[in-house]
């Protein structure tokens, strides 16, 4: 339920454990229920804590709306993702047919093996859930895929097979990474030097161009793509575009950069703030000087 609430799609173990359950035990009402229970127990609590506040919906849309469903952010491709990790994950998976194929162990084994099946099922359900995609992602099947290579070095005759398999191991997946990063175009993915002739300026972006923030100082509150829309389309309210005011005078920028073209928007809900800067060209704006 914890881990629910800092990351949504997380909520796909809740299932898998459950199922998980059944594997080692028969199915006892008392223990569901206290499972199930110490589940709904973090979600109840900040739900009543939001509700309370008068805040019921934002809980949802962050939590539901935007944690599951919101706009896709994606760092690399999926092919890339599995461009970057294939070795581990191709090791990772021969281990886990073989070892589920052995028919060497235990009734008790089995049931683990199984358990770290669906481990690996649940990590590829979590990914896909997951509104951003990142190499990172491949860690969720790190507990699994590991039991499966331990079970197959336990498997293993040679003495000197054991001690060599886990070198291997190790190798792959330090070496694996970057030799693959190494043939990725990286020019989609790191931030060049700016072209901007200001310097040590306190600049507003509302852009992907983290070009511009090179060498200057970040003084705004959208930097993220997606928040920063939903900021902008709740300036209706009169006490959410005071906010908003209130956290920009708090870090007055220098320059605004909108490739976005919302500023005019900003303005039109905020004329304190439109009075406070002049138009250079299109979508550059510098504060006016007292």
Known sequence: GTATLFYP?????????????????????????????????????ISCFFYWNDNGSYAWHALVIRGLFGQEINYLSAIENYYSFRIPIFTGSAAMIITL???????????????????????????WLDVESSPVQMLYFVPSLTFFLVHLMMMLSKGWIKRLVPLIVVGILIL?????????????????????????????LLGDNLSVLHNQELASPFLDPQLSREKIDIL??????????KVIEQSPPSVIIDDWM?????????????????????????????
């Not at 028969?26 to 709904?40: A, E, T, V």
Request: proline share 4%; charged share 15%; hydrophobic share 50%.
């Open 9 to 45: 799609p997380a909520i796909v173990y809740f299932f898998i454990f459950l199922i998980s359950f059944f594997f080692f035990s028969s199915s006892k009402l008392r223990r569901i229920g206290l499972y199930i229970n110490g589940f709904l127990i973090p979600l109840g609590l």
């Open 101 to 127: 194929f052995s028919g060497y162990f235990t009734s008790f084994q089995n049931k683990t093996a199984q358990v770290m099946l669906l481990m690996v099922i649940g990590a590829s359900i979590v990914i």
């Open 176 to 204: 694996a990474p970057y030799l693959s990063y190494v043939q990725l175009n990286m020019n989609g993915i790191m931030v060049k030097k700016g072209t901007e002739k200001f310097s040590n300026m306190r600049v507003m």
């Open 236 to 245: 209706d309210d009169s006490v959410s575009a005071q906010i908003l005011l």
């Open 262 to 290: 919302l500023i005019p928007k900003i303005f039109s809900a905020l004329p304190e703030l439109s009075k406070e800067y002049r138009k250079q060209k299109r979508g550059y704006y510098v504060r006016i000087s007292n």
